[in-house]
């Protein structure tokens, strides 16, 4: 913390030429918004906001900006709010992720370009959450989140529906013949019902919950749902954190997203059994602290680290059920014999201060274990090398058919999307239920960004005849909401010549999950003579972001982020 006076409309006034004058204008302007010069002489909190007509998951922003501002003001502060690039999951093309480092860009330059003296962060569907806290972490300046929070569920038929997993298990029924068109039709309706973000352990909640733990949300506020009238409690509360934080200076992130808080994140990935993508997304918010992590030290984790949660994808309960059963206190309580307690969080206490503090309620143990009897004595994800994936891959152990965690088979090749789409479902295509889909060219660099296509369809003949799950492997990534043998993030990617790139229709494979290896079981003389055949692709989008992408993007081992944002370690 400093005790340097807050700048608030001053913040980065132009040192050149005339200052006075570029302060008299600015006021002059800034007045035309009808603000007192009292208030114009109040600290500064920017409000940066992601609400958009193209993001269902934070239609509820405008009330929750209300409550925030009305913190700010109360602790005598001026909100103002400024808009950002907003992500709304499903309506992005090629893939939202390939747009997450634009928005980190645009919220970095935003903060850092207009006169705030701390900035209130507000996102929640999948990809805001990391470009939040991505570009925050570089622009400097003390910094609170508050995110969405998850959506209720719906009601079918006397059972509840969530976002997305129950999305994919009536598609799958759908598909297989189980449900009829009147029946997915009506379903449509009843997945997605309030704002607020996805109603499982997808990816949203996932970082909601790694992002209070590196100590970037106030206490308590990851899985508040998004219509409870607390989460309103929780924004008021955070315009009146970010307001003391405008005026003292700190904590900024860099005091915040360490070393220690970051293994603090994997842990609580690993005992919720989390999205894989929160692996790439903490990858990116460490590589712009010059943090890289190792996927050995993950492995040792992962090892170390009970899974505590019964939620979809995995399990059974929603995260409204998580959030009445304590939330993320109950895993960190959970483990925490295994956590980093000297780490602090933006009300500036530490993390052992906050769990030595007594419970107003239990938690229940019924949706959130204890360590001595979890929902599994192992982590929920698992790092893969091997002569497959030489530099990494990811496997969501917890969602995979226990069977299949030690499998030798048969590679099924899909060359590209495009391939997948037209043969997987050709009641000609030569496979059986023990045969391996491998799918290439989906990775970062590919034209379509490395999409959630890791979780490739069971081919039509084979879901016809019950065949529920196979090993599936790729270089693209997999939803957060969705469950499977999914070995994922294949690195070096295709598009790199990795031994991806080499396999081919008929090569055996071996996944062991104990072993924490995924093989190429081929020659290397003949991997060596198909090395030569690889071409790389050499073309480059035209012009533009995906110019820009395509040259700048990093392995998903570091985040995807690009390679002129990031901190070298
Ligand atoms: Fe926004 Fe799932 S679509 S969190
Ligand atoms: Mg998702």
């Not at 970082?207 to 309103?232: K, N, Q, Y």
């Not at 924004?235 to 005091?255: C, F, I, V, Y």
Request: charged share 25%; proline share 6%; with cysteine.
């Amino acid at each position: 913390m400093t005790d340097k006076k807050p700048a608030g409309l001053d913040n980065g006034l132009t040192n050149y030429g005339d200052r006075d004058f570029a302060r008299y204008l600015r006021r002059s302007f800034a007045s035309s918004m009808g603000y007192t010069g009292a208030s114009l002489d109040k600290p500064i909190v920017g409000i940066c906001t992601t609400e958009s007509g193209f993001n269902n998951c934070h239609r509820h922003f405008p009330e929750m900006i209300e409550a925030v501002k009305r913190g700010v003001l109360a602790a005598g502060a001026l909100p103002v709010t400024f808009p950002v690039i907003s992500l709304g999951e499903v309506f992005l093309s090629p893939t939202s992720l390939v747009y997450r480092n634009l928005m980190a860009m645009s919220v970095e330059e935003m903060i850092r370009a207009q006169p705030m003296d701390s900035v209130v962060l507000m996102g929640g569907c999948d990809k805001t959450v990391p470009a939040l806290l991505m570009g925050a972490y570089s622009a400097g300046k003390p910094a609170a989140l508050v995110v969405a929070g998850p959506m209720m569920t719906g009601r079918h038929k006397g059972e509840r529906l969530g976002a997305c997993t129950d999305c994919r298990r009536f598609w799958s029924k759908y598909r297989a013949g189980d449900v009829d068109k009147q029946e997915i039709d009506q379903v449509e309706g009843r997945l997605a019902v309030t704002s607020g973000t996805c109603a499982v352990m997808g990816t949203a909640s996932t970082m909601a919950l790694l992002a209070e733990t590196l100590g970037m949300m106030l206490p308590h506020t990851a899985a508040i749902p998004a219509v409870h009238a607390d989460r309103l409690r929780a924004s008021e509360e955070t315009g009146t954190l970010a307001a003391q934080m405008a005026m003292t200076g700190g904590p900024r992130p860099e005091s915040l997203i360490t070393r220690a808080s970051i293994e603090n994140a994997l842990r609580v990935l690993l005992a919720v059994s989390g999205s894989t993508n929160a692996i790439v997304h903490l990858a990116a918010i460490a590589g712009r602290a010059g943090i890289d992590i190792d996927l050995a030290d993950f492995n040792r984790l992962s090892d170390e680290t009970p899974v505590l949660v019964d939620l979809k994808p995995v399990g059974n309960g929603y995260m409204e059920d998580f959030h009445a059963a304590g939330g993320l206190e109950g895993v960190l309580r959970g483990i925490e014999d295994k956590l980093n307690l000297e780490c602090r969080d933006v009300t500036g206490q530490t993390l052992g201060e906050r769990l030595a503090r007594p419970l107003s309620d239990p938690i229940d143990r019924a949706v959130i274990r204890t360590a001595d009897n979890p929902v599994d004595p192992l982590g929920g994800l698992i790092a893969l090398t091997g002569t497959l994936a030489p530099e990494g891959a990811i496997l969501k152990r917890a969602a995979a058919t226990p069977a299949l965690l030690e499998h030798e088979g048969r590679a099924v090749v899909f060359s590209s999307l495009e391939d997948l789409a037209a043969r997987i479902d050709d009641p000609t295509l030569d496979v059986a239920a023990d045969d391996i889909l491998v799918l290439q060219n989906a990775g970062p660099r590919s034209a379509s960004g490395m999409p959630e296509a890791g979780y490739l369809p069971i081919p039509k003949k084979l879901a016809a005849k019950g065949v529920k799950d196979m090993v599936r492997i790729s270089d693209a990534r997999m939803s957060g909401t969705a469950f499977g043998t999914i070995v994922l993030h294949v690195t070096p990617e295709t598009d790199l010549g990795g031994p991806l790139a080499l396999v081919r229709n008929g090569d055996r494979i071996r996944l062991s999950a104990s072993e924490k290896r995924i093989d190429l079981l081929v020659h290397e003389e003949e991997l060596a003579r198909r090395r030569k055949e690889f071409s790389p692709n050499t073309t480059e989008p035209a012009r533009g972001y995906a110019l820009l992408y395509r040259r700048h993007v990093l392995p998903a081992t570091k985040g995807c982020d690009f390679d002129f944002l990031r901190v070298s370690a």
